[in-house]
Nanobody, 120 residues
Framework: QVQLVESGGGLVQAGGSLRLSCAASGTTISSNVMGWYRQAPRKQRELVAAITSDSSTNYADSVKGRFTISRDNTKNTVYLQMNSLKPEDTAVYYC??????????????WGQGTLVTVSS
């Protein structure tokens, strides 16, 4: 059974930083596409950043240059370093693990989410 446990959320002032962690069990993160998504009140969930099994990364335009996704395979943990935070970054942040076999998604697991609140 795959479990993803996020941590590191909290309240921070605009311009501050936070680092989110996603500890995985039941799956090997280096074999997956690992992503961070967020959902703000009354908005759809959106992709923030992702890292593939070959370490390619992609970011939402709104966070490029401010957020960095990384992983530590020895700890089976994915991180999201968030700098220069803005009030519009306020959301619940979710960790996601996906795996594909060809065009078929064979894994799609979510964490419970961690709340990030950025005050102005």
């Amino acid at each position: 059974q795959v479990q993803l446990v996020e941590s590191g959320g909290g309240l921070v002032q605009a311009g501050g930083s936070l680092r989110l962690s996603c500890a995985a069990s039941g799956t090997t993160i280096s074999s997956n596409v690992m992503g961070w998504y967020r959902q703000a009140p009354r908005k759809q969930r959106e992709l923030v950043a992702a890292i593939t099994s070959d370490s390619s990364t992609n970011y939402a335009d709104s966070v490029k240059g401010r957020f960095t996704i990384s992983r530590d395979n020895t700890k089976n943990t994915v991180y999201l370093q968030m700098n220069s935070l803005k009030p519009e970054d306020t959301a619940v942040y979710y960790c996601n693990a996906r795996r594909y076999r060809g065009n078929v998604r064979t894994l799609d697991a979510w964490g419970q989410g961690t709340l990030v609140t950025v005050s102005s």
